[in-house]
């Protein structure tokens, strides 16, 4: 079921998506040190992730958009944690909000929406990755009941530079 606010509505992402989605994306690879990857994404090389993101079972996508014009403001996901089957029960979720999306709460509706959808599903916990510095995501994992976990410290190189990545964990 959608959640919705008066600007803002939130569904699970379609294939129509791909294309917003995949901009969106990769502004973070190319501007900032959020994400790791490095290269920027065609839609096609994108289309298997947004397919391992089905409406139902415990990875999902979930999209906000503006209400009237269904502009994409951001998504948030639960992927699988590891590939190893004994991990099988945890889960890994990321928010990103598009640019000039920020501090309207489409970050929290996006979150509230996948626990809500996440909540009868078969998984025991939660994990992020946030690369520091990032107090913004910080402090809305820890809105959620995110607990930092433990901190890698320099385990991702771009930009010419080292970044440390703080991981958090919550019970569902």
Not at 29 to 55: C, K, M, N, Q, Y
Not at 89 to 107: D, F, K, L
Not at 108 to 120: D, N, V
Not at 124 to 131: F, K, S
Request: proline share 6%; glycine share 8%; net charge negative.
């Amino acid at each position: 079921m959608p959640s919705q606010s008066t600007e803002v509505q939130v569904r699970p992402g379609v294939e129509d998506d791909l294309e917003a989605l995949t901009a969106l994306y990769n502004h973070y690879v190319g501007e900032t040190a959020i994400t790791f990857d490095t290269a920027i994404f065609t839609p096609e090389e994108r289309r298997p992730w947004l397919l391992s993101h089905p409406e139902d079972g415990p990875h999902r996508l979930m999209v906000a958009t503006e209400q009237e014009t269904q502009q994409i403001l951001g998504y948030s996901t639960s992927s699988p944690f590891r590939a190893k089957p004994a991990y099988a029960t945890s889960a890994e979720t990321t928010v990103y909000v598009a640019p000039g999306a920020g501090g309207r709460g489409v970050g929290s509706l996006l979150y509230t929406a996948l626990f809500e959808a996440l909540s009868g599903e078969d998984l025991h916990r939660a994990y992020a990755g946030i690369a520091l510095p990032n107090e913004a995501s910080a402090r809305l994992h820890e809105r959620f009941g995110f607990r930092h976990a433990g901190t890698y410290r320099e385990v991702g190189r771009k930009f010419g530079r080292y970044w440390d990545v703080a991981w958090y964990e919550k019970p569902l």
